[in-house]
């Protein structure tokens, strides 16, 4: 509890607004930073739905760091107040109403695909950071491996 917050997770009387985020956040550049700062100013409180390597595993994705080391990098952003791992698709409702989350937050490239969660809590789809993705680092990588 920081020491602008009540007993109740409140601050100075009013309630504290939660936002939760998902995804892999694997080789981290400054496109995953600032949807973690836009997320995290939309409330007083992030959690982070980092997806597990068995998970990424059941989508087909393979990570470079794999989960501990990309919840340590996560850790250490200024933004993020907790980290829950994300195991499969279906467990978001269930984290909106355990985390007791205001906004679920996502990028713009899923439009649509979480209103579902609209009925337990807001549903905001931010704007991708142009010209940046894990994808394009990996591919820059392997065509300029020496």
């Known amino acids: 509890m920081n020491l602008q ?4 997770g409140s601050q100075g009387g009013m309630p504290m607004r939660k936002v939760i985020t998902y995804g892999t956040f694997d080789l981290l550049h400054h496109g995953h930073i600032l949807l973690l700062k836009r997320a995290r100013a939309l409330g007083d409180h992030l959690t982070v739905g980092l997806s597990t390597d068995e998970f990424n ?3 087909g994705k393979t990570s470079f760091f794999n989960y501990e080391e990309r919840k340590i990098i996560l850790e250490s952003i200024r933004y993020v107040d907790a980290i829950i791992p994300e195991t499969c698709w279906e467990q978001k409702i ?3 109403i355990e985390h007791e989350i205001d906004v679920f937050v996502i990028g713009n490239d899923w439009e ?3 209103d579902f969660l609209k009925p337990y809590c807001e549903v905001i ?7 940046i993705s894990s994808s ?3 591919e820059h990588y392997r065509e300029n491996r020496l």
């Not at 917050?5 to 109740?8: H, L, V």
């Open 5 to 8: 917050q009540g007993a109740n």
């Open 112 to 114: 649509g695909k979480f």
């Open 125 to 131: 789809y931010l704007p991708r950071t142009e010209n």
């Open 94 to 96: 269930r984290d909106v």
């Open 57 to 59: 595993r059941m989508k």
């Open 136 to 138: 394009q680092i990996r």
